[in-house]
């Protein structure tokens, strides 16, 4: 909670005027309690998780022959009921297991210094914050990855995800309830390592929500603006990855594909890049 009763206060301890971003945000979280504010998490999940895969939603099932080129499995198509069922199988491991953990993590959140304070962080202080918890994500995500597809760790708890040979927008966060808790680790470790402002903590998590949708869209859209990012994967990437299920031993990374190159994980795609390059899976 702020420790100022109104604008006047702010702008005095602050020794300036506030920009626009900051009286808005005094407006809001002056008189919610940090912990509220903590809680916020687990709505931005849900809310944007039943948002951004509509799109792809609408497209898969409109069976439009002029957007089915840029599916990449083309002759697997996923039903309404499909997509209804998986939808609300990940709204209810959100509930039943993201939000207490949610609730339990408050504590750990205080301790690593995620503040709710005045100032607000500036744009790039937001972005090199974002891009440090994308990389400590992607890196320890991948080896968390490779060991869920030893044996134990997919018969047990890995197969769950790949139910979905040709993922869709809402599969991307469908798991079993374990493997929420275990790659929620890596999430969490790059704002442990670099705390910010609660603002840049939302949108990380915002942001890596709508990054694995878009992997899981089972779409390679040639007009993509997630193409111009240096070492991306991308929905073909992690699609290839899906279609060949238990024995994949390729396309571990979750965002950027430099660690299945550095340790040799992405020949098996490379190899079939190089021999069905025109041909679809």
């Excluded at 002029?66 to 990940?90: A, E, G, P, W």
Aim: aromatic share 18%.
């Amino acid at each position: 909670m702020l420790p100022y009763q109104n604008l006047h206060q702010a702008e005095a301890a602050l020794g300036r005027e506030l920009t626009i971003a900051e009286k808005l945000w005094l407006n809001y979280s002056a008189n919610k309690p940090d912990y509220l504010l903590h809680y916020h998490n687990i709505l931005f999940l849900i809310l944007f998780y039943s948002i951004v895969p509509l799109p792809y939603m609408f497209i898969e099932l409109s069976r439009s022959k002029r957007i089915d080129k840029h599916k990449i499995q083309s002759k697997i198509k996923n039903s309404f009921q499909d997509m209804l069922k998986c939808y609300k199988d990940v709204v209810q491991t959100f509930i039943v297991v993201v939000g207490p953990l949610q609730v339990s993590s408050y504590p750990f959140i205080k301790l690593i210094g995620i503040r709710t304070s005045l100032s607000l962080p500036s744009g790039g202080e937001m972005f090199w914050q974002l891009l440090v918890y994308f990389l400590i994500e992607d890196y320890t995500g991948y080896w968390v990855h490779r060991l869920l597809h030893s044996n134990g760790g997919y018969e047990k708890i890995h197969h769950v995800h790949h139910e979905y040979s040709a993922p869709m927008g809402f599969a991307g966060p469908y798991a079993h309830w374990s493997e929420i808790l275990i790659l929620g680790m890596p999430a969490f470790l790059g704002p442990a390592v670099v705390p910010g402002h609660i603002t840049t903590y939302w949108l990380w998590f915002v942001l890596r929500q709508i990054e694995a949708i878009e992997t899981h869209s089972g779409y390679d859209f040639s007009w993509s603006p997630t193409r111009f990012i240096p070492f991306y994967g991308g929905a073909r990437y992690h699609d290839y990855h899906h279609y060949v299920g238990r024995h994949s031993q390729s396309n571990f990374a979750s965002v950027f594909t430099y660690c299945d190159y550095l340790y040799g994980t992405d020949k098996g795609y490379r190899y079939h890049k190089s021999i069905h390059r025109k041909v679809p899976l």
